[in-house]
């Protein structure tokens, strides 16, 4: 490596669209994807990179990686397999705080191995507001560490992340500059890091077992009331509590009853589900009897569902056995709804219109000129411009919808589920994992085949695969690629290696160097985008490892898993997402996650060189 390389006129351009980069990223005057546009533009324009390569970066197998990925995540939502998952969860945790957290944390973590981390996250999300809901687990408590898990489990594969993905495409490119003679980088194979990530897994699930629990706990303010309780439906219309679930006994006087009389008793809670045999319905008719071995799905508070289970005879649950996976908020939930002037509902009540009976809806109060009506709520007829509240599942509220006799104001999940594809989809994911283990295809054409089969066999609709596909992060990635085939070309990572070397100590051990490598990616990944960081990273450090005999896929496999160690800024996209509803300080993130990601530069520089000792040992 030539320390003394004169720095060219190419050079400076491309090392001040770094800058530029960098300055827009930090302070967020254009819009990142915006950001990655122009540079593209310049780049094509000035005649760094050629024009008929200026938007490979859009075909390249990181962008078809991260396409497929998204594609196969939406698919097996769609079929609930990631809600069978959660209730399995809250099934086997319930009653244990330290084995409930590290249960959803590690099932978490292997979740994100083949899914984007904002989609995990989104999918945890209602997961954890459940937990809490039924546990003494707050959500502070409970989403720092389900994040710090997604982060550390999407090391277990080359798909798990956006720079693990980009990795194996910067790699091909530096191969273009490499000095005569020396041996070609190969790309990393799917699960070339599942060591790493399972050391990063493990050292998560230990940290929050033994130390970061503890110290949530004491940054929780004490006065802290729960997200729930502050819920709009809970200010406005008194509708708070949780579900539980009470099963009729032979002693009960419900025995015998209908549903729409049990909801007369006095103290009666909320009733929005019923068993009877293998007859299961959420927002159950009010003539459906209930019998000896009935299951009612109710929702208040603790202490009244607790008295009128006594008073009735009935066994008191809190796990839902029964309807965990209908009380899922990816299925069902509460809505508001208004009743416009050309509504059939004016003039008549819930009960006239049969709503639970054949739509498969349950009418939990009215508002009406700023009053909530909730006594006796089903006998009360209907007024244009009454705001209606209701809990249903999703399908039937949308299905209810179309007749415009009320237009729902409240967002809420439109897409269609098919838990009937579930096996399928279950199965071409088992498919698609087998052929990444066992063949030499590239990463992203076997990603795709495990889309083609999904749209093949129903899991999916085209168009529904097309609205899966985050096209913010597409742009991003395909539009800043080609800065770091500029980077390589121009020999402006070579330039920043020469100069950094000449500054070195001499005999500086490479593993110190290397920490010094993870800390920069990791600083970097706090004021700009992951990819960001990877991009501009990545030649640098194999152009580095070149210069102090390193090896240069080791020293690029910690910059690209050092861009992903971000639990503190929101330019991580799942700390954005959690920071609102655990309404996190910037201080509490800093105290708790500081540590863990001292932790995470640590291990991926200990693992990585144990890795490669391995490998050159074993010839």
Do not use: C
């Amino acid at each position: 490596m030539d320390a003394a390389l004169t720095l060219t006129t190419d050079m400076k351009l491309v090392l001040g669209l770094v800058v530029f980069t960098m300055a827009m990223f930090v302070f967020e005057r254009i819009r990142a994807d915006l950001v990655a546009l122009v540079v593209l533009v310049v780049l094509g324009i000035t005649g760094l990179i050629a024009p008929e390569e200026i938007f490979g970066g859009f075909s390249g197998n990181a962008v078809m990686s991260i396409i497929a990925t998204m594609i196969l995540g939406a698919g097996l939502d769609r079929t609930g397999a990631l809600n069978r998952l959660a209730a399995w969860l809250l099934r086997r945790g319930a009653g244990k705080e330290s084995r409930l957290m590290m249960m959803t944390m590690g099932i978490a973590g292997l979740n994100s191995s083949f899914m984007q981390n904002p989609s995990v996250m989104s999918l945890y999300l209602p997961v954890a507001a459940q937990l809490s809901a039924r546990t003494t687990l707050s959500l502070q408590r409970l989403l720092l560490p389900i994040a710090s898990a997604i982060v550390m489990g999407s090391a277990l594969t080359m798909v798990g992340n956006s720079p693990l993905i980009l990795l194996n495409d910067l790699l091909i490119s530096a191969n273009n500059n490499l000095p005569s003679g020396m041996a070609t980088l190969e790309p990393l194979r799917m699960f070339a890091p599942l060591p790493i990530g399972v050391a990063l897994l493990l050292a998560a699930l230990l940290y929050f077992r033994f130390h970061g629990d503890g110290k949530l706990k004491d940054e929780i303010e004490p006065n802290t009331v729960p997200t729930r309780t502050e819920s709009y439906f809970a200010t406005t219309y008194g509708i708070e509590g949780d579900v539980f679930e009470l099963t009729v006994t032979a002693e009960s006087p419900l025995v015998g009853m209908t549903l729409g009389e049990a909801e007369t008793l006095h103290e009666a809670p909320l009733m929005l589900a019923l068993k009877t045999g293998d007859d299961v319905r959420l927002s159950p008719p009010g003539d459906m009897r209930i019998w000896v071995g009935s299951v009612l799905g109710v929702m208040g508070g603790r202490q009244q569902i607790k008295d009128f289970s006594q008073n009735q005879f009935l066994r008191m649950s809190s796990r839902l056995r029964e309807f965990g996976d209908l009380f899922n908020p990816s299925r069902a939930g509460i809505s508001e709804a208004v009743v416009p002037p050309t509504s059939r509902f004016i003039g008549k009540s819930a009960a006239e219109l049969r709503l639970r009976k054949q739509q498969g809806i349950s009418l939990l109060a009215i508002n009406r000129d700023k009053k909530v009506l909730r006594d006796d709520v089903r006998q009360v007829k209907l007024r244009a411009g009454d705001m209606l509240v209701f809990h249903s599942i999703w399908r039937d509220l949308a299905q209810a919808a179309e007749s415009r006799d009320f237009a729902v104001v409240t967002d809420y999940p439109t897409g269609e589920h098919r838990p009937h594809k579930f096996k399928i989809a279950m199965v071409i994911f088992a498919v698609t994992i087998l052929i990444a283990l066992t063949s030499k295809l590239p990463v992203a054409l076997t990603l795709m085949t495990g889309v083609a089969g999904m749209l093949l066999t129903g899991v999916l609709r085209m168009d529904e695969a097309y609205s899966a596909i985050n096209w913010k992060t597409i742009f991003l990635m395909a539009g800043l690629i080609p800065l770091g085939w500029a980077m390589d070309s121009s020999g402006a990572a070579a330039w920043v290696a020469g100069h950094t070397v000449e500054q070195l100590p001499e005999g500086i051990p490479v593993w110190l160097l290397e920490i010094a490598l993870a800390l920069l990616a990791t600083g970097f990944s706090l004021v700009i985008s992951h990819v960001g960081a990877t991009i501009v990273m990545v030649p640098i450090a194999i152009n580095l490892a070149l210069a102090t005999g390193g090896n240069p896929i080791a020293f690029a496999l910690i910059v690209a898993l050092s861009a992903s160690n971000n639990l503190i800024t929101s330019s991580n996209p799942i700390v954005s997402m959690i920071i609102g509803p655990a309404n996190y300080s910037p201080r509490q993130l800093w105290r708790v996650a500081g540590p863990l990601m001292l932790i995470y530069s640590m291990v991926i520089v200990l693992v990585i060189n144990l890795m490669f000792w391995v490998q050159t040992r074993l010839g």
